[in-house]
C-alpha cells in the first residue's frame, strides 16, 4: 500500500511537469505572434500566465521535497525527483523568456515603431524551440534517453535563424540612428527565444539523467554570438 501511494504521488509529479510543458510549448508561439501582430492583449495575458507557473514550479519542488522526506526513495525514484525539480525550474525560466518578450512587445508597440520586415522569421524561431520542448516533454513522459539524446541537435536551427536575425538587426540598427533602441528591443527579443531553446537541451540532459544515472551535457553545432549582457532578462 505504501509502495502504491508513493507511486501515485511520482505520477503526479510527472503530470504537474507536463502540464508547465504543455503550457509553456503553446506561449512559445503564442508571443511570438503576439509581437508580429501587435496583440497588446495577447502579451498582457502570458506576462500575467508567469504567475501561474512561477507557483507551479514552487508547488512541484515543495511536494518533491515532501516525498523525499517522507517516503525514504529508492536511488531510482531520487533520479526521478531530482530530474523533476530541476526540469520544472528549466520550465519556469522558459517563461521568464516567454514574459520577457511579452514585456518588450508593449514597450515595441506603445512606441508605434513598425517591424522591419526581417522580424517575420522571428515565429520559426519560436516554432523550432515549442517543438522541442514538446519533444523533451514526450522524452520525459516515456523516460526515453535515447529520444532526449535527439533532440539538442534542433537547436541548431534556432541559433541559425538567431545569427541571421542578429546579423539583420545589426545593419538595421547602422541605417538610422533614431533606430539604435528599437533594434536593442529586437535584439533583445531573438536573445530570449534562443536562450529558451538552451534551457530544452537542459531538460534532455535531465531526462537522460534519470533514465540512466548518468550525466550528460549536449552541445548544438552552432553557437549563437554572445549578446549584451543583461542580467534582468525576462524581468
Known amino acids: 500500500m505504501a509502495r502504491e501511494y508513493f507511486d501515485n504521488e511520482l505520477d503526479k509529479l510527472k503530470s504537474a511537469v507536463l502540464v508547465m510543458g504543455s503550457e509553456i510549448e503553446e506561449n512559445l508561439v503564442l508571443v511570438a505572434g503576439a509581437l508580429i501582430a501587435r496583440n497588446t492583449a495577447v502579451a498582457e495575458r502570458l506576462i500575467a500566465a508567469d504567475l501561474v507557473i512561477n507557483k507551479q514550479r514552487i508547488d512541484v519542488v515543495m511536494n518533491s521535497l515532501t516525498l523525499i522526506a517522507t517516503q525514504q526513495p529508492m536511488a531510482k525514484d531520487m533520479r526521478f525527483i531530482a530530474a523533476v525539480i530541476e526540469i520544472a525550474g528549466e520550465l519556469e525560466r522558459m517563461h521568464d523568456y516567454v514574459k520577457g518578450i511579452a514585456k518588450t512587445s508593449l514597450e515595441i508597440g506603445q512606441a508605434g515603431t513598425l517591424l522591419p520586415s526581417f522580424a517575420e522569421d522571428f515565429p520559426r524561431m519560436a516554432a523550432f524551440a515549442s517543438d522541442m520542448l514538446s519533444r523533451s516533454m514526450v522524452a520525459f513522459s516515456e523516460n526515453n534517453a535515447a529520444l532526449a539524446r535527439s533532440i ?24 538610422a540612428p533614431g533606430l539604435i533602441a528599437h533594434a536593442n528591443q529586437l535584439e533583445w527579443t531573438i536573445h530570449n527565444m534562443e536562450r529558451a531553446a538552451d534551457r530544452v537541451i537542459n531538460v534532455c540532459e535531465w531526462v537522460v539523467y534519470m533514465a540512466t544515472g548518468e550525466y550528460q551535457e549536449f552541445d548544438s553545432e552552432y553557437e549563437a554570438p554572445p549578446a549584451i549582457d543583461r542580467s534582468n532578462v525576462g524581468e
Open 152 to 175: 539538442p541537435k534542433w537547436d541548431d536551427h534556432v541559433d541559425y535563424l538567431f545569427n541571421r536575425l542578429y546579423v539583420d538587426i545589426v545593419e538595421y540598427a547602422g541605417s
